[in-house]
């Protein structure tokens, strides 16, 4: 059983997050939910169209201008306070790797903490314990948070970052969030190669073992462009095939950017393994 603010969500249920960022240059849709208006009208649309969790993000995950934590915190918390006050029943997420920001945006209404960066500050998996919040907890392979990547090697992948991310699970467990509200995510992209995100999703089924719930954070990331050969704007089929993949082996959660696609997709993939009826089955019945 996965809970999350509150509410469970059976074990055949996959969840969409939506992408919500609130950044100025983030690398998909390039500032576009930057306005304050603009972002709650993007909430308002996803929840629309099927998305049981948003994401909310105030800092990119690529190199950039440099965004302290006071700003990140005024880009954040008054906007978690306007979800939450218009969506009392959405689970709200917020992308952070600093523990002042948890702790703003708890106390603003969050329900989970979305630590990208495998616990690069120590002190946030204290919040989401403090708080009884859910946590993500990512493989990024011990990268700095906003950097890249450089000819970075594992001996094996998988193993890498099942021992990092259960590691990170269980000391939040010990921290006093419930375990049924721990996430474990392989972190596609980050602190990988692309043949590292393509061997971690081929190996997903090893995080579904563990029996943690598993988030896959897919969405028009780089690992599907070099795959392709495709740049960022034609990347989707990519995305919903890696989701497809990934959906039918078990992972609970899908971190998105393209919200109707993706509930689609993975509504198929439910229809198809027998957890979900048809929305309607006429044919050969008239």
């Given at each position: 059983m996965l809970r999350l603010g509150g509410q469970d969500f059976g074990e055949h249920r996959p969840l969409v997050m939506a992408i919500v960022n609130r950044t100025p240059d983030s690398f998909y849709d390039r500032?576009?939910?930057?306005a304050f208006d603009a972002a709650l009208q993007r909430v308002r649309d996803v929840v629309r169209d099927?998305?049981?969790?948003?994401?909310?993000?105030?800092?990119?995950?690529?190199?950039?201008d440099t965004v302290d934590a006071a700003e990140e915190i005024d880009r954040t918390v008054p906007f978690v306070a306007a979800v939450r006050a218009e969506f009392p029943d959405v689970v709200i997420s917020v992308d952070t790797w600093r523990h002042d920001v948890g702790e703003a945006v708890c106390r603003a209404g969050a329900d989970v903490l979305n630590d990208a960066w495998?616990?690069?500050?120590?002190?946030?998996?204290e919040v989401a314990g403090q708080f009884g919040v859910g946590i993500v907890c990512t493989h990024a392979g011990g990268v700095e948070p906003r950097t890249r990547p450089h000819r970075i090697t594992y001996d094996d992948v998988m193993t890498d970052i099942l021992s990092r991310t259960v590691s990170l699970a269980e000391r939040a467990v010990s921290a006093g969030v419930?375990?049924?509200?721990?996430?474990?995510?392989?972190?596609?992209?980050?602190?990988?190669?692309?043949?590292?995100?393509?061997?971690a999703t081929r190996r997903l089924p090893e995080m579904v073992a563990t029996g943690?719930?598993?988030?896959?954070?897919?969405?028009?990331?780089?690992?599907?462009?070099?795959?392709?050969?495709?740049?960022?704007?034609?990347?989707?089929?990519?995305?919903?095939?890696?989701?497809?993949?990934?959906?039918?082996?078990?992972?609970?959660?899908?971190?998105?950017?393209?919200?109707?696609?993706t509930r689609q997709t993975l509504d198929m993939v439910a229809s198809i393994r027998g957890d979900r009826p048809p929305a309607r089955s006429v044919r050969g019945l008239a």
């Open positions: 500032g576009e939910t930057f099927g998305a049981e969790i948003v994401d909310i993000g105030g800092v990119k995950a690529a190199p950039g495998g616990g690069w500050d120590p002190e946030l998996v419930p375990h049924e509200s721990v996430l474990i995510d392989p972190g596609h992209d980050f602190g990988k190669n692309t043949r590292h995100s393509l061997e943690w719930s598993v988030l896959v954070s897919l969405s028009n990331k780089d690992f599907v462009g070099e795959t392709l050969d495709r740049p960022l704007e034609q990347r989707l089929i990519g995305t919903l095939a890696a989701t497809s993949v990934s959906a039918w082996v078990g992972a609970r959660v899908f971190r998105a950017h393209n919200v109707p696609e």
